[in-house]
């Protein structure tokens, strides 16, 4: 993840089948490589008509509980890509179609694992053009009660606070060096979690159709339900790194700066993500009006 110079797309074409974690039925994801300037964009090749594509973006955002659901202007969605965006950011991909069938993005092993592993193992391609990180020159920060995403000046890191107290989640914090690869490496093995006292909750909601001990952690009390052990002490905290990076690579382009996040979950993260939109979009605009009022004066 660390800031290259130019533009990369895939190498060739990279398949990924498996359930949806709330749809609950099988899906599937490729990933084509894409011109260069041309950004992430997801493809439903199950519906017909031309009003299939979705641009990654978090202008896009029309759901954010327990997952990030994207739709374009005619209302066709794809959902749960935190995963698969937070893979493209670990790998330093900034132009790819995405070809979607069905309505979300397989859930695998919960974590973004198997997306880095094979388009690492595919290779990636660069193109001409230079990449267009964002940088952070004045803190901007996003608030929900106790909860808050700042991004400020500094070196490309990112800390993480939870707190899921009386339970074995409970309180962790880590901070991740965004341009070290044992780092990433953490991140991108991070799985989804919930507590067992959810899961019917969620699915009486219509969520997690697909959950199972395969693609998530369950926790019940101070007890892992998982045979399989956590791969990190700090897995909770990791995971919600890994899910706040898939939501902010909405923007396209690598953050320049400090990340700061406490109890972050999809709707902060997406809203943030906004703010960071609006802000540099903002600042685009200030930097034309401030052109043109020099031209005008010369």
Same mark, same amino acid.
């Given at each position: 993840?660390?800031?290259?110079?130019?533009?990369?797309? =895939?190498?060739?074409?990279?398949?990924?089948?498996?359930?949806?974690?709330?749809?609950?039925?099988?899906?599937?994801?490729?990933?084509? &490589?894409?011109?260069?300037?041309?950004?992430?964009?997801?493809?439903?090749?199950?519906?017909?008509?031309?009003?299939?594509?979705?641009? #990654?973006? &978090?202008?896009?955002? =029309?759901?954010?509980?327990?997952?990030?659901?994207?739709?374009?202007?005619? *209302? @066709? %969605? @794809?959902?749960?890509?935190?995963?698969?965006? +937070? #893979?493209?950011?670990?790998?330093?991909?900034?132009?790819?179609?995405?070809? @979607?069938?069905?309505?979300?993005?397989?859930?695998?092993?919960?974590?973004?694992?198997?997306?880095?592993?094979?388009?690492?193992?595919?290779?990636?391609?660069?193109?001409?053009?230079?990449? %267009? &990180?964002?940088?952070?020159?004045?803190?901007?920060?996003?608030?929900?009660?106790?909860?808050?995403?700042?991004?400020?000046?500094?070196?490309?890191?990112?800390?993480?606070?939870?707190? $899921?107290?009386?339970?074995?989640?409970?309180?962790?914090?880590?901070?991740?060096?965004?341009?070290?690869?044992?780092?990433?490496?953490?991140?991108?093995?991070?799985?989804? $979690?919930?507590?067992?006292?959810?899961?019917? =909750?969620? %699915?009486?909601? *219509?969520?997690?159709?697909?959950?199972?001990?395969?693609?998530?952690?369950? =926790?019940?009390?101070?007890?892992?339900?998982?045979?399989?052990?956590?791969?990190?002490?700090?897995?909770?905290?990791?995971?919600? +790194?890994?899910?706040?990076? *898939?939501?902010?690579?909405?923007?396209?382009? &690598?953050?320049?700066?400090?990340?700061?996040?406490? %109890?972050?979950?999809?709707?902060?993260?997406?809203?943030?993500?906004?703010?960071?939109?609006?802000?540099?979009?903002?600042?685009?605009?200030?930097?034309?009006?401030?052109?043109?009022?020099?031209?005008?004066?010369?």
């Amino acid at each position: 993840m660390s800031l290259l110079a130019r533009q990369r797309t =895939v190498q060739k074409e990279i398949t990924f089948s498996g359930v949806g974690l709330h749809s609950g039925v099988e899906c599937r994801a490729v990933l084509r &490589p894409s011109e260069a300037d041309a950004g992430i964009v997801f493809r439903r090749t199950d519906l017909d008509g031309g009003a299939n594509l979705i641009t #990654a973006s &978090p202008s896009r955002v =029309v759901f954010a509980d327990h997952g990030t659901t994207l739709a374009n202007e005619s *209302g @066709v %969605k @794809v959902a749960t890509v935190e995963h698969i965006m +937070a #893979a493209l950011a670990l790998c330093g991909i900034d132009n790819v179609v995405v070809d @979607v069938e069905g309505s979300e993005i397989p859930i695998l092993d919960g974590s973004s694992a198997q997306f880095v592993r094979e388009i690492a193992g595919s290779g990636c391609l660069e193109l001409m053009a230079r990449r %267009k &990180p964002l940088a952070i020159y004045s803190p901007v920060r996003v608030e929900d009660g106790d909860r808050f995403i700042e991004f400020t000046p500094g070196p490309r890191r990112i800390h993480v606070e939870i707190d $899921f107290d009386n339970c074995l989640i409970g309180r962790q914090a880590l901070t991740l060096n965004l341009e070290n690869e044992d780092d990433l490496a953490k991140l991108a093995c991070a799985r989804t $979690f919930c507590r067992l006292e959810e899961v019917q =909750v969620l %699915k009486d909601a *219509g969520l997690i159709r697909g959950g199972a001990l395969a693609n998530s952690i369950v =926790v019940d009390g101070n007890r892992l339900l998982n045979e399989e052990p956590l791969r990190d002490p700090s897995e909770f905290a990791l995971h919600k +790194a890994l899910d706040l990076i *898939g939501d902010l690579y909405l923007l396209g382009a &690598p953050i320049n700066g400090t990340i700061t996040a406490v %109890k972050p979950g999809h709707a902060i993260n997406t809203r943030a993500a906004q703010e960071l939109l609006q802000h540099f979009q903002g600042d685009q605009t200030a930097s034309v009006e401030a052109a043109d009022a020099m031209r005008a004066t010369a």
